[in-house]
């Protein structure tokens, strides 16, 4: 059995597609995952399976939420060593003063296009961002809420689903992760 975990793009934010995490974790015991555990509310998922096949994986999951739930929601799977491979490369931790509150990953469905990466390079932004394959690490001085650097703009960008989580929720999903892999 293999560890992954999905992170769902906008369950349960700001009042839209309202899902309970116990409805979910019913969809990831129905697809036959074993250890199903939710961490918040905000779809996060850590699962065990068979396969390893995170491209399949993510359609699966999707087409059965949205046949439980009628809700269209991408997501974005990560194995127990690409979680942890995200802990190794964060850039902003080198930097001094860097407050890890300010510090969040967006998760990518696929690896962005070159093209794209420059494009997205070209402009200015009031925050910061490094993109390492289809992770972007960003340092956000004020806080998620007021940065430009949104799931929605690297979405725009990019051309991929994204999704982003602050670094409090990365390592308790890596703690939990852990526990499940054991």
Request: with cysteine; charged share 20%.
């Amino acid at each position: 059995m293999k560890t992954f975990t999905a992170f769902l793009r906008g369950i349960n934010v700001g009042g839209k597609n309202k899902i309970l995490m116990s409805n979910l974790s019913e969809i990831f015991r129905q697809l036959k995952f074993e250890k199903v555990a939710t961490y918040i509310q905000s779809g996060n998922i850590v699962f065990n399976c068979q396969t390893d096949d995170i491209e399949n994986l993510q359609i699966l999951i999707e087409q059965a939420i949205l046949k439980n739930s009628g809700l269209t929601v991408p997501a974005i799977i990560r194995s127990v060593e690409q979680l942890k491979m995200i802990v190794g490369k964060v850039p902003f931790l080198r930097t001094e003063n860097v407050n890890v509150e300010q510090l969040y990953v967006t998760f990518l469905k696929q690896t962005p296009d070159e093209q794209n990466i420059s494009k997205l390079n070209q402009m200015v932004y009031k925050d910061s961002f490094e993109i390492f394959g289809n992770d972007i690490f960003v340092h956000c001085k004020n806080g998620y809420g007021k940065t430009d650097l949104t799931n929605t703009l690297f979405e725009n960008k990019l051309k991929v689903a994204a999704t982003t989580r602050n670094w409090k929720t990365i390592n308790a999903i890596i703690s939990l992760v852990q526990k499940q892999s054991d």
